[in-house]
């Protein structure tokens, strides 16, 4: 059983694109994560969010905590937005994160 | 500030050795933690330290130990190493516990 499930696995987008990634979870939390992973292997936190959306440059992320339900949202997807994208979410403890397998995604010129 | 660094990039045992990843950050973060990651899987929680002193087991502690030298630095053990610890091995560390996360660049272990 897994706690997060992201969707799709895979996904290839044309440049311009708008993109959206979700990620589904079994768990009660307190806050949930998104991070990306550029095909260098370097891993980066791109928001922490308990209720409602953020946005930074063209990412935005949403969360519905009654459906258990995330979204990352990508406007006017870029070649250098490709990259593996995870969810991450708290155990009820605080002390470690269940974490997606990745959506990973290719943004072609 | 560098942010979290790990040393080294790359590495190649022989089944049996032992060799030790470091870790250290800079970034005056209480907890620590050591991840690994394998093709198909997400990251899986090795070890953590929720603050200097204190270490516990995450999800796949068999085989590795963990110390925490002090509050900057954080280092994982292989005492014989074997073909199944082949991985790339992240350190992370965050303010506490459950915050955002800040990685290091990885470490690619080869266990022959």
């Known amino acids: 059983k897994n706690e997060v499930e992201q969707s799709p696995q895979n996904l290839t987008a044309q440049e311009g694109e708008f993109i959206t990634i979700n990620c589904s979870y079994s768990v009660g939390i307190s806050a949930l994560h998104w991070l990306q992973q550029h095909p260098g292997g370097g891993i980066v936190s791109l928001f922490m969010?308990?209720?409602g959306k953020k946005k930074h440059g063209r990412l935005i992320a949403t969360i519905n905590i009654q459906e258990k339900h995330s979204s990352l949202h990508i406007t006017a997807s870029h070649p250098r937005d490709s990259a593996v994208y995870i969810c991450a979410v708290p155990y009820s403890t605080g002390n470690q994160f269940y974490f997606g397998t990745g959506t990973s995604l290719t943004v072609i010129p | 500030n560098a942010g979290v660094t790990q040393t080294p990039k790359f590495q190649v045992l022989k089944t049996g050795q032992s060799m030790t990843l470091q870790c250290a950050q800079d970034?005056?973060?209480?907890?620590m933690y050591w991840y690994r990651q394998d093709p198909g899987m997400g990251l899986r929680l090795i070890y953590y330290?929720?603050?200097?002193?204190?270490?516990d087991k995450g999800e796949v502690p068999n085989g590795y130990n963990v110390s925490r030298l002090n509050k900057r630095e954080f280092s994982l053990r292989l005492e014989s190493a074997a073909p199944s610890q082949t991985s790339v091995y992240f350190c992370?560390?965050?303010?506490?516990?459950?915050?955002?996360?800040?990685f290091g660049p990885g470490t690619r272990l080869l266990v022959l």
């Open positions: 330290s929720a603050s200097e002193g204190t270490t």
């Open positions: 969010l308990s209720s």
């Open positions: 970034m005056n973060h209480n907890s």
């Open positions: 992370a560390s965050s303010r506490s516990l459950g915050e955002t996360q800040y």
